[in-house]
């Protein structure tokens, strides 16, 4: 018990970001969840918290450990609730936002099957790639890609997503292929945001990446239009694999620089710390996670 204890106070002061919102929260004293973080961090035998008088931070170690103890309570909430709820039926209204374009290829046919399998749940999906405030705006539930920066949320990792420079076989004759990232100067490439640059790892050294800024003569805020442009022997594009690997498949595009691709980010279900999620929302998460999860389901998308 009290190893849970100390697990949830993690999860808590983590949360917020200070001991004393965690301890309104849980109605203990901030003395207390300090001795709970201290007690944790002992027995695990490394510092998860660097608190100071202004602030807390996570650790690299505490922001690995978070995700698993979110993931981990999420996970027994939805055990409590198999058993306590028995056959009753999940039921209401689900509100779910999504990137635009992964939303409409992977979001939208799956709540679809969802909605099928679960006919007293409604569902309104809003798509857009700007970051949604899901308190203020009553969302569920939304679905991020990438590094999650927002210390507030509670994420469930739904499945991994990787990156890759791709081209039309035919600006490949025309242009040449690049060896290495520095190769891109010389070539047409089509970005999404060039202030923010495409990554790279480098396979001397593990875990170790660099950011190149890149340029060409087309730039568009849709990656949908960028993926086309690739497809239609633009430039090279910098794409994630659930959008192109039915190409790469066809030989509709061809992949370059895979020796120098960025370790995998994450796709995530998001919601509020202090919401209790209901039924349809878990069953949601879990039908994506399933999903997700499977590298068949990409291969087949």
Known sequence: MSNFKEITAFVSVASRGSLSAAARAEGVTPAMMGRRIDALEERLGVKLLLRTTRKLSLTFEGSAFLEDCQRILNDLANAEASVSLGGVKASGHIKVSAPAGFGRRHVAPLLRDFLAANPEVSCSLDLSDRLVDLVNE????????????????????LGDNRRVVVASPAYLARSGTPAHPDDLARHDCLSLDPQRGWVFSDPDTPGQTRTIKVSGRFECNDGTV????????????????????QDLASGALVSVLDRYAAPPTGIYAVFPQNRRLPLRVRLLIDYLRGLFGRPDYWRGA
């Open 226 to 245: 960028l993926h086309d442009w690739a497809v239609g022997g633009i430039g090279l594009a910098w794409r994630s694999m659930w959008e192109v690997e």
């Open 138 to 157: 009553s969302v569920d539930c939304a679905i991020r890609i990438g590094e999650l920066s927002d210390s507030s949320l509670v994420s469930v990792r």
